[in-house]
């Protein structure tokens, strides 16, 4: 059975930095075909990615938020951690990290299969 | 940027079918393929469509999808409505650098 939960604080002030750890159980952070990304959802709005990680440390990150993120992850552990520096209150959202798969022809894309519960971050002073 | 737009509400009757559009803003959305996510309220995602038109175990074969290359869209497909599938829909594709794009997303009422 797959799991994910997210963890960190649900409180930060602005220029604060945000850590975010995801916990997995029911598959392994080495398996080559799976990795894990955070998707971010402002209330009432849709859902924005934010950066992703596979076994072999291949990373990418949102464009617009680059400078800002930071992502890596423990196997041993089985953790992912999401860093996201200089915290400003339009950040505040459910933060959710998800397992992503390859796709299965064009293997350098990926989808979400499955999902954590999530987690609410406020940012406020 | 790229951007995926879908249409903010649809809603029907129990037992009929609903068909949710996501439309790209550029280039070609069947050059890519195509996932979609049921998110009820206060409740997480979920993956019911992958790789244009497969379904996850589990997920009814009420809910498929296609794509239409000469309209730049996709659509989502759910026959015989229940109110179990009232939720937010929401699409996803990739752009030009291969990152993911989620669509505005859409809300289904089960009238």
């Known amino acids: 059975q797959v799991t994910l939960k997210e963890s960190g604080p649900v409180l930060v002030k602005p220029t604060e930095t945000l850590t975010l750890t995801c916990t997995v159980s029911g598959f392994s952070l080495s398996n080559t075909k799976m990795g894990v990304s955070w998707i971010r959802q402002p209330p009432g709005k849709a859902l924005e990615w934010l950066a992703h990680i596979f076994s072999n440390d291949e990373t990418s990150y949102r464009s617009s938020l680059k400078s800002r993120l930071s992502i890596s992850k423990d196997t041993s552990k089985s953790q992912v951690v999401l860093t996201m520096t200089n915290m400003d209150p339009v950040d505040t959202a459910t933060y959710y990290c998800?397992?992503?798969?390859?796709?299965?022809?064009?293997?350098?894309?990926?989808?979400?299969?499955?999902w954590g519960q999530g987690t609410l971050v406020t940012v406020s002073s | 940027n790229f951007m995926l737009t879908q249409p903010h509400s649809v809603s029907e009757s129990p037992g009929k079918t609903v068909t949710i559009s996501c439309t790209g803003s550029?280039?070609?959305?069947?050059?890519?393929?195509v996932q979609w996510y049921q998110q009820r309220p206060g409740s997480a995602p979920t993956t019911v469509i992958f790789e244009d038109n497969e379904r996850p175990s589990g997920v009814p074969d009420r809910f498929s999808g296609s794509v239409d290359s000469s309209s730049n869209s996709a659509s989502l497909i759910i026959t015989g409505l229940k109110t179990e599938d009232e939720a937010d829909y929401y699409c996803q594709s990739y752009d030009i650098s291969n990152q993911y794009v989620f669509g505005t997303g859409t809300k289904v009422t089960v009238l």
């Open positions: 550029s280039g070609s959305i069947a050059s890519n393929y």
């Open positions: 998800a397992r992503i798969r390859r796709l299965r022809y064009f293997d350098w894309l990926s989808f979400p299969d499955y």
